[in-house]
């Protein structure tokens, strides 16, 4: 399987991951649903939280997305990005997803906002101890 094939893998079969921004100059990360298009990830969120006013300061982004928890032979992408906020309605009810109502009530919430992620690396991770395999883009 090509690099490519491994990454649109996980890509394709794991939404549940970490997203970290920066934020007063130190990491800060959280668990996150995310949804693809080729390697262009999107979350929604809400307007007012912390990690949107870490992305308006300061773009990069990095993601942890694959790892399932059943130990050291877990394949798993390392995502290094930038982060756009997306404020078009066509898009946001494209990336709309009924999971988000935890934080925001529909797509027409005035706080609902959608964050994209464009990769500039990504690093495929088999196992623990391999040497990643890097997707420049």
């Given amino acids: 399987m090509s690099l490519e094939e491994k990454v ?63 130990g050291w032979n877990d394949n798993f992408l390392e995502i290094e990005a930038t982060a756009t906020l997306v404020e078009d309605e066509n898009q946001k009810q494209k990336y709309w997803s009924e999971e988000l109502t935890k934080w925001v009530q529909d797509p ?14 990504i690093a495929y991770i088999e196992n623990a101890g391999s040497e990643p395999e890097v997707l420049t883009l």
């Fill in 8 to 70: 649109q893998t996980i890509l394709e079969n794991h939404r549940i991951g970490i997203l970290s921004t920066i934020r007063d100059g130190k990491p800060h990360s959280c668990f996150m649903i995310f949804q693809h298009d080729g390697y262009t990830l999107y979350i929604g969120a809400n307007e007012e939280t912390q990690k949107i006013g870490d992305i308006r300061n300061n773009e990069h982004v990095h993601v942890l997305l694959g790892y399932e928890g059943k």
């Fill in 108 to 121: 027409s919430d005035p706080n609902y906002i959608l964050v994209k992620i464009t990769p500039s690396t």
